[in-house]
């Protein structure tokens, strides 16, 4: 057997479970609020909603959780820029996004070393400040959401949200991190898509 993860937008997946059962026959079930489907022939495939969907009871069901995502706030950080946003109902409510650039690291040492180490940090320190403040201004005016999205780099985005300004949406649960380029408006622009993009786990008979 082989196993691959590949991922389908909401749009397509309904069509993409019948191939499955088309090819492989068997049957559905959920799993701890996963869809699994068992192909009569050893084929299965789990698929992972980006939101939790421990309500859901059905593959019916399981399409209609994934395609009505909740109302998130996205913050995106990466060492190139960042972009704050509203998402609701399929649509992108508010958003903008900002250019600053971090040094990536060199292999010089002695005191060059030490001055480039310090200017890259004073990069990061600008980046996030400007990062909190956007998301200052795009975010926290269309308070509440259910969610906060993320995405790029970890640790960055988290230098962002421990941002005092940003102290309302500490008690928000966390959504998906997403695996992004730099943000830019064509990534914006694809956010509906991106939330309400199932992982799916297939194995191959």
Known sequence: MTSRTVSVPAQRLARW???????HGGSSRIESGELVLDGSDGASAR????FAADHVDSAQGFVDHVSHPPRCAVVLVRRGGFA???????????SDAGRRHVQGRTAAG??????FARRRQKQ????VDAAAAYVQDVVLPLLPVDFVVTGG???LVQQVLADQRLKALRDVPAGPHLAVPDPRRDVIASLPELLTTVRIDLVDP
């Open 153 to 155: 780099d970890r640790a």
């Open 84 to 94: 704050a946003a509203i998402v609701t109902d399929g649509r992108v409510e508010a």
């Open 124 to 127: 990061a320190d600008e980046l």
């Open 47 to 50: 698929l992972r909603p980006p």
């Open 110 to 115: 002695g005191w060059s070393q030490q001055r």
């Open 17 to 23: 479970i019948d191939g499955f059962h088309e090819r």
